[in-house]
């Protein structure tokens, strides 16, 4: 069965640096898009960044500038680069696959990993 396993996060103060990584395993045939959300207390999930297979990404304009996304298609891995944290930055990321094929099902499927805590003390 295809599962996310995240690794990263942490405490930071305001404007240091965190890396996030997130590994996909299974028997995967190909993912569409890979991405991180974030949920902080009393909001709702919302997307920090997310990257195709063909490589294009897509930043919350809150992030843009700070956050750098990239993936490895064949290691099925994508990684969160964020620096100038502020503490608004702070949530529980969770790593996202979306349009997943494996072995397990005949249709594509999305998958979320277990969220790390990223706090940023002011």
């Known amino acids: 069965q295809v599962q996310l396993v995240q690794s990263g996060g942490g405490l930071v103060q305001a404007g240091g640096s965190l890396r996030l990584f997130c590994a996909a395993s299974g028997t995967i045939f190909s993912i569409n898009d890979m991405g991180w959300y974030r949920q902080a207390p009393g909001k709702q999930r919302e997307l920090v960044a997310t990257v195709t297979s063909g490589g294009s990404t897509n930043y919350a304009d809150s992030v843009k500038g700070r956050f750098t996304i990239s993936r490895d298609n064949l290691k099925n891995t994508v990684f969160l680069q964020m620096n100038s944290l502020k503490p608004e930055d702070t949530a529980v990321y969770y790593c996202?696959?979306?349009?997943?094929?494996?072995?397990?099902?005949?249709?594509?499927?999305?998958?979320w990993g277990q969220g790390t805590q990223v706090t940023v003390s002011a």
């Open positions: 996202n696959a979306a349009g997943v094929r494996s072995r397990s099902y005949y249709t594509a499927r999305d998958y």
